[in-house]
């Protein structure tokens, strides 16, 4: 009873959270993206044990030539010891494939944007409480193993969705390559990451105050970039045991094995250890320079209408109006000052993050938001006990601002 007296009760807060938090479930997206046939989807298959792609359907040549890249979606509730996630699996089928591959990342990048701006809406309208979360949170970019280091497309493909979503490289069908052609691969790609400027999911740094074995397989995680890994379908028997592998005439390669390969890490850092933080960044980094971006956009746009408004009323001329202070609403103008100093800030130092995702937004653009277009996005998902397979054609798309903005 003493103890009561001291004890106010907030140190259940943790089981609270946790209880709330295992009932509602939780939702994970992510992309594959890289060029068809590196094995995306025998990968997804081997990390999260579903048959994802059993309705698939594999396109011939002539169509795969003809094909632009068409978004497909997969959704399916998982549960683990009584915890549901509700994993999402965007893919990108056909890239690459195609003969003219100019500009294949753009439909990645804008189905990203429509999932942000999808979310902006929702956010600003009036159900707020059940949102259905479609950011992607990570997107699995394919490296292929038979090239010196990274291709051209690799290069403007990053490059053109780093600032959007948290990019973690893979190297595919590591199986096909030595232990010590692994390394070397591994060591180009790394420096031409670093080369070309591309910004890569960064690991968050861990605590000083962590243990040793804690700092050891963290900084293992980061030599391991990008992952070399293999996937599997089937189950093959190795040393009497059954596992996931691939069946040589020479032996076995085992998915699971990480003398083999770096599946294993991959699959840790993706489910076990680094899936808030992926999902954290999505939100604090990328959604909210998406976010202040459209604001900026949306203030520029009204005190434009304002001023076009204010000059016709006055003189009845076209001339636009100088905005300077004092001449137009100067709450609106200083309103718009702070947003993009805002922006500019964080464009200089990241987001309240340890991460260096450095984003040019000072951009002049003036972008035509139009909140009224209805998109035809889904909502409210049912909720499925078997693996729900979703297909989404995503050709339409309304980018809220400019592309290069
Ligand atoms: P996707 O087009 O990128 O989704 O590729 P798929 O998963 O359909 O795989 C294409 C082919 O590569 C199939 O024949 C797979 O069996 C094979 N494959 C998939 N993963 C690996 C791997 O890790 N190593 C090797 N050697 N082959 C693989």
Same mark, same amino acid.
């Given at each position: ?5 001291e004890y ?6 943790? =089981?609270?959270?946790?209880? %709330?938090?295992v009932?509602?479930?939780f939702?994970?997206t992510?992309?594959?993206a890289?060029? !068809? ?16 792609? %059993?309705?698939? %359907?594999?396109?011939?040549?002539? /169509? ?19 915890? #549901? ?5 965007? *893919? ?6 195609a003969?003219n ?14 999932q ?7 956010e600003?309208?009036l159900?707020? %409480? =059940? ?12 490296i292929s193993?038979?090239?010196? +280091? ?10 053109a ?8 490289p ?6 096909t ?8 691969? #591994?060591?180009k790609?790394? $420096?031409?990451?670093e080369?070309y ?15 040793? $074995?804690f ?6 995680? #980061?030599?391991?970039i990008?992952f ?13 045991r059954?596992v996931?592998?691939r069946?040589?005439?020479?032996g076995?390669v085992?998915? /699971?094995? !990480? ?5 294993v #890490?991959?699959?840790?850092?993706l ?8 999902k954290?960044v999505?939100?604090?980094t990328?959604y909210?320079?998406?976010r202040?971006?459209c604001?900026? !956009? ?7 209408e304002? =001023? ?21 609403d100067?709450?609106t ?7 993009? $100093?805002?922006?500019?800030h ?8 340890d991460?260096?995702?450095g984003? *040019?937004?000072? =951009?002049?653009?003036?972008? $035509?938001?139009n909140h009224?277009?209805?998109?035809e ?9 078997? &693996? ?9 798309h309304?980018?809220?601002? &400019?592309? +290069? !903005?």
């Amino acid at each position: 009873m003493d103890q009561d007296k001291e004890y106010v009760g907030f140190a259940t807060l943790p =089981n609270q959270v946790h209880r %709330k938090s295992v009932k509602k479930g939780f939702d994970f997206t992510l992309m594959v993206a890289g060029e !068809s046939g590196l094995g995306k989807s025998t990968l997804v298959n081997s990390l999260f044990l579903t048959d994802l792609y %059993k309705d698939r %359907k594999l396109l011939n040549a002539e /169509e795969r030539i003809t094909q632009t890249v068409e978004i497909t979606k997969h959704t399916v509730d998982i549960e683990e010891k009584g915890v #549901k996630l509700k994993l999402t699996i965007v *893919d990108t089928p056909g890239f690459g494939d195609a003969v003219n591959n100019t500009e294949c990342w753009k439909s990645v990048a804008d189905y990203i944007d429509q999932q942000f701006e999808q979310y902006f809406r929702d956010e600003s309208g009036l159900n707020r %409480k =059940n949102i259905q979360d479609n950011r992607v949170h990570c997107c699995l970019y394919f490296i292929s193993p038979f090239g010196h +280091g990274l291709r051209p497309l690799d290069v403007e493909f990053m490059k053109a969705l780093h600032e959007k979503v948290n990019i973690v490289p893979v190297l595919a069908k590591a199986d096909t390559l030595t232990p010590s052609e692994v390394k070397k691969k #591994k060591f180009k790609i790394r $420096e031409e990451i670093e080369q070309y400027g591309i910004k890569i999911y960064q690991f968050p740094d861990c605590d000083s105050d962590e243990d040793e $074995e804690f700092k050891q397989q963290d900084q293992e995680l #980061k030599d391991s970039i990008p992952f070399a890994v293999i996937g599997s379908n089937t189950v093959v028997e190795a040393k009497g045991r059954r596992v996931r592998g691939r069946l040589y005439p020479w032996g076995i390669v085992e998915v /699971e094995n !990480s003398a083999h390969c770096d599946f294993v #890490k991959l699959r840790n850092m993706l489910v076990r250890t680094h899936m808030q933080d992926l999902k954290d960044v999505t939100r604090e980094t990328h959604y909210e320079n998406y976010r202040a971006h459209c604001i900026q !956009s949306m203030t520029r746009m009204v005190v434009k209408e304002r =001023n076009r408004n204010k000059l016709t009323r006055e003189s009845g001329t076209d001339f636009p109006i100088p905005t300077g202070p004092g001449l137009a609403d100067t709450e609106t103008e200083k309103l718009i000052r702070e947003k993009d $100093e805002e922006v500019r800030h964080r464009a200089e130092h990241g987001h309240g993050h340890d991460h260096q995702h450095g984003h *040019d937004l000072n =951009n002049e653009h003036v972008h $035509e938001h139009n909140h009224g277009h209805d998109h035809e996005h889904e909502h409210g998902h049912e909720q499925h006990q078997d &693996p729900h397979v979703e297909h989404e054609a995503h050709s339409e798309h309304h980018p809220p601002y &400019p592309e +290069g !903005s």
